[in-house]
């Protein structure tokens, strides 16, 4: 499953370097391991997409009521799958 997902600042960039290696979303969506994120960078200030993208894969879930807040999830993403979409098209 492939899921499309706004992402700002500083979160966006800390994904791309590599510096966060996680997604806490709403679990709307019954993320799986093995699914894909394409984190599409978001300007909050303009209310639009800027085009740069980064996709992910889903490694680790954790849905511990424990430890995640009810109804939120926490995956962890897998760093080697990062491609922006300006690389692509270059």
Known sequence: MVHYLKTI?????DVWLGLKTFEVRRNDRNYQTGDYLVLQEYDAERAMLTGEEITVEVKYLLRDEQFCKEGFVVM?????KF???SEVEE
Request: proline share 8%.
């Open 83 to 85: 491609q922006a979409k």
């Open 9 to 13: 600042q500083p979160y966006f960039r």
């Open 76 to 80: 962890g993403i897998d760093a080697f």
